[in-house]
């Protein structure tokens, strides 16, 4: 079975730093596309970033929301795929998702179009508060 599942959600402070990690399972992560996600109270599904298939020809996208806080990295060997936040911020403070999408979809296709990824996890929550 296919399957994503995140980690790394806590308490942290203003300024703090956090490395959220999405574990991958039942598929081969190299010859997907991948995004994060996330959706504070009351809010609505917001993609934070985005990185496509390929070695050569992949790329990673982020909305100019992200303010270049957020960055995405993967270790194909392991089938993870990692998101960094740095400079965090109380309005950060979300339930952050990792999405899956088959090649030709996804980040390529719409960036972060959460009806574009096909394979989500769970959520793993973050919350910053001094």
């Known amino acids: 079975q296919v399957q994503v599942v995140e980690s790394g959600g806590r308490l942290v402070h203003p300024g703090g730093s956090l490395r959220l990690s999405c574990q991958a399972s039942?598929?081969?992560?190299?010859?997907?596309?991948f995004g994060w996600f996330r959706q504070a109270p009351g809010k609505g599904r917001e993609g934070v970033g985005c990185?496509?298939?390929?070695?050569?020809?992949?790329?990673?996208w982020y909305p100019d929301s992200a303010e270049g806080r957020f960055s995405i990295s993967r270790d194909k060997d392991k089938n993870m795929v990692y998101l960094q936040i740095d400079n965090l911020k109380p309005e950060d403070t979300a339930v952050y998702y990792c999405?899956?999408?088959?090649?030709?979809?996804?980040?390529?296709?719409?960036?972060?179009?959460?009806?574009?990824?096909?394979?989500w996890g769970q959520g793993t929550q973050v919350t910053v508060s001094s």
């Open positions: 039942g598929f081969d992560s190299a010859y997907y596309a």
């Open positions: 990185t496509s298939v390929g070695v050569g020809k992949g790329f990673s």
């Open positions: 999405a899956a999408a088959q090649a030709g979809y996804g980040c390529y296709r719409s960036r972060t179009t959460p009806s574009d990824y096909d394979t």
